[in-house]
């Protein structure tokens, strides 16, 4: 799509400020922002303020939230032995889901911590232990988890849920070949990742393959093709409080 063109473009001729300003021109985006490091080329806090707010904020809580669901992830993965675990791969990396219930600490009250500066905000140890693992793998220190001197752009921490049952969940016909999935979520849940759950591959009950030849893959049942009834945009960033979670 256009975006993705313009992306592309921008990649190929990255450190080419005067080219980069071109190109964005040419999309009709960030060109302010390209103008600035073609007079300034090593200045790219002083490009980022040429960044429209709510853009800035989309990307600093998808981040975050980035980081809760791989501690997230973790978590659930430490806490459920692998037959008792379903895996959903996704763009966020490999996603965990209990089989069935999950034993979670009766200490977190079905609560993670979404950290805020400092991770100052995360009380609970094995919470904070997750989190500081998370920002490792970022190449981040708990301490450097921080923003400073640019106003409206914050980290905000929050209490979210571990598990969320879709409610009034039903699925219907919708046609000769297709499904159509129905349910509610609160606000703030994807309703792509409780579609990706109920069609996850459960290894323990593959079957052994029914003719043609020796190792042919069974064939895979295809997921609902509508979306949910009200498919909730999720937390991806919170402009106004949108990001994606993992859910348990």
Known sequence: DRNRRFKAALSAKWGDWRTCREIAGKFGQHHSVFEHLTRHPDDYAGAFRYIASRLRLIHLY?????LWNRAVARYIESITPPAERLVVPTAEGRLYFAR????????????????GPKLVDVAHPRQRELLVEALQREGVGADAFNIEGVSGFQLKGEDRALVIHPRELSLSRSGRDSLALHFELPRGAYATLVVARLVAEDPESRRAPRGG?????????????RPAKRPSTGRSTRPPAKRPRARG
Do not use: C, V
């Open 213 to 225: 030849s020796r190792g042919e893959p069974e064939p895979r049942a295809q997921g609902p093709r």
């Open 100 to 115: 069935g219930a999950m034993p979670s600490d009766p200490s977190m009250n079905n609560r993670f911590r979404l950290p």
């Open 62 to 66: 998808a981040w975050q939230s980035h």
